[in-house]
């Protein structure tokens, strides 16, 4: 055993073997992986095999893709048969709400080059002559995706990763993590010690107990998942001596099972409300190859409806019944990328569906490893997607939930219940108390939107305008007729001082810093290859103190990477502030007038200025006042200490009655962004696009000096841009919004993607953001696009349609 390397991937899983392989594609030979029993032995081996490329996550959709091109190669490349069979996958749909989500899906689809096509209930009967149509609306196929042998795939990528220098110990368990003086990781094991450079966590359901050996708390628990295989059946057994073709992976997502042909019989696997979490403390010491017992009683509903699906399947005995762990994180997407907090620490963990997954993931994972960024906007499966609001408790609700969720639509606009509420500003009641309907980011309770008097306070979830778009719209006009207030909280918030503050921030952002004390500037962090990673909003507190702003969904993200890259000399110091600062907005003609009646601090636009903040007082609180705010008005911020919030909220409330001031929600925001074309991170903002190509040519100065992304910038700029984000006015909206990951057409043939879309109250249109080839990005330009399988004419529009002036901001 080699006692020094430059990685050590620890489990041999089909996951850990896929970054083993992909690092030595990639030409780092010096690598190893370590497992404790034999390859697969972990939850690869009793996968049932499918590779299913759906998937509604623009990421996700792009790392299974990735999987299913590259798994049969694998066979030339090293002689080992994969057992890969693309047999297709039909996908059914009983009601029109799961056609919307096919629709959307194949927009996604389209997006990241999948092929999928949608069948009619007497084409599925001619594709699954043994599946009863009745009561089908229709159906998708992927003709491309099947099903593979998981231990022949993983071990044919140990076979293409030793071919290439890597090597594989088995039998060799990792006992203990440890950094070492001079900067490197020490993994302990029962046979030896390796000095490494880099660490990837590939371990499966043993992934909290190797995240303890860091002291990370990795959001992974496994749950019970039961798949049944019947005898074979006559009519299979025929087909086949007729030469028929094997009839391919059948999925009932309403009624939460997969079924698939095996050896002349029947696999049917559930995702059935009930399955427990396990492993809480983890596998044993000598767990492998390992199963549970069976519980069919918790799937009888499912087997019914199978059943009934499929007659055949009730026509034959149960040979065998498989009851295996399978991992999952709250959103059931995987933990793929770098450990918060450690250096060099990589986690690829928490794959429920891992052998779909594990070809991309292993391929981005070396990505980032070998050359410092992935190439995929990988922020759906970001390890610091969560922060440690992710409990064990935690976990054991979400896991369960995201586990029976398997098969629910996947609305735009769910919000699970699991969990909730957990992080509550103190505002939460009084929000409650005038109508608020939540939703949840990052464990923060948010209002969605108010249900006026006489309206039920409960959500509706659509791919469509839902029950609650009238009530957002109107929310929406309020802000822009009267004055709204909105809870922001969430945000995250930190605090970066010290000596070195100024230099150190000017390198990580493409901005110019605030020069004068209190003004406040949009700031984004780019990567080294020029995309965006993250949006600030950053305030000058002093000559070395700075106070950050960004979205509370990615605070571990952001603070994570200001973190790491900050200087070892103690010349700066970070302050997370998250949970020490509430933010109130007011927003609207008539802010000015409440702000005047809660203060005494001068607010004319010549003290207090669109893009300042000042220190003020608000009634007796102490307030950050920041005159920016998201939804294209007049307005302020309000940070404030968080356990004076209710006194803040109460003051505005009293001094608004007579001004009509009502709270808004996040619901209502969105729709008043989309008309100022405001950018996202997460859609319009992402790794994938140069930040020129998301148009923040006013928020980059390439001439500032150097700061991290700016050469490859100039490089990209060079070489010539492919996309530019423009501002699109949607035509003959009925009842469809664009959601995002549309696919945008020019002469017929797709040319770009929407990254969100929304209807526009304060002009009654619906807008679109997207990305074009800038040949089409001139205003005016007639371009279409898809809403839900049906094409709209699209219009290129000035950006900002709303206020392109920013008069009323500024006013
Ligand atoms: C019944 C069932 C059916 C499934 N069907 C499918 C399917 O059809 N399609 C699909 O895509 N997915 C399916 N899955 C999920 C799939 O099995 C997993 O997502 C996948 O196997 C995860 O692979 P992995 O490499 O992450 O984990 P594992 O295969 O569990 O590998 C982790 C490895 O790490 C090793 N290890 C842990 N700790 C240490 C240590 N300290 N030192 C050394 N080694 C260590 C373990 O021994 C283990 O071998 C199914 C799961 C179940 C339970």
Known sequence: MKSQARVVVIGGGAVGVSVLYHLAKKGWSDVVLVERKALTSGSTWHAAGLLPLFNMSYSVGQLHKYAVDFYPKLEAETGQDVGFSQVGNIRLAMNQDRMDEYHQYAGVAATIGVRVDFLTPAEVGELWPLCNIDGLVGAIVHPEDGYIQPADVTQAMATGARQRGAEIYRNTTVTAIERTAGGEWLVKTDKGDITCEHVVSATGNFARQTGAMVGLDIPVIPVEHQYIITEPHPEILARRERGLPEMGVLRESDGSWYMREERGGLVLGIYEAGAPCCYLDGPSDDAEFELFQEDLERLEPHIEAAINRVPAFGEVGVKEVFNGAIAYTPDGNPIVGPAWDLPNFWLNEGHSFGITAAGGAGWQLSEWIVEGEPTVDMMGVDPRRYGDYATKGYLRKKNEEAYRSVFVIHYPDEERGGARPLRTAPCYDRLKALGAVFGQKFGWERANWFAPEGVAQQDHW???????????????????????????????????????????????????????????????????????????????????????????????????????????????????????????????????????????????????????????????????????????????????????????????????????????????????????????????????????????????????????????????????????????EIHDVTDADPLGNNPVFHGGEMVGRATSGNYGPRLDKSFVLAMVPPALAAEGTELEIDVLGARHKVTVTPESPYDPENARLRS
């Open 462 to 728: 659509s791919f469509r305008r839902s029950k609650w778009f009238e009530h957002a719209a109107n929310e929406a006009r309020h802000v822009a007729e009267h004055v709204g207030l909105l809870d922001m909280t969430a945000f995250a918030k930190c605090r970066v001082s010290g000596p070195g503050a100024e230099a150190f921030l000017d390198y990580l952002l493409a901005n110019r810093l605030p020069k004068k004390l209190g003004r406040v500037g949009l700031c984004h962090a780019l990567n080294t290859r020029g995309g965006v990673l993250s949006e600030f909003t950053v305030m000058r507190e002093a000559a070395d103190q700075f106070y950050l702003v960004s979205a509370g969904a990615f605070q571990r993200l952001d603070h994570d990477w200001l973190k790491k890259h900050m200087p070892a000399d103690g010349s700066v110091q970070f302050q997370n502030l998250t949970n020490s600062i509430g933010v109130l907005v007011v927003a609207g003609p008539k802010a000015r007038e409440l702000m005047s009646r809660v203060t005494d601090a001068d607010l004319s636009n010549q003290a207090f200025p669109w893009l300042m903040s000042h220190d003020i007082v608000v009634d007796m609180t102490p307030v950050r006042a920041a005159r920016v705010n998201f939804v294209g008005e007049l307005g302020w911020e309000l940070h404030h200490p968080i356990e004076c919030q209710n006194q803040v909220f109460d003051a505005l409330v009293a001094a608004g009655a007579d001004l009509d001031l009502k709270p808004f929600g996040i619901r209502a925001m969105d729709m008043l962004r989309i008309e100022k074309s405001y950018r996202m991170v997460g859609t319009e903002l992402s790794i994938e696009y140069s930040a020129f190509e998301s148009g923040l040519q006013r928020f980059v100065h390439l001439n500032k000096g150097d700061f991290i992304g700016r050469d490859a910038l100039v490089k990209w700029q060079e070489k010539g841009f492919e996309n530019q984000l423009v501002t699109l």
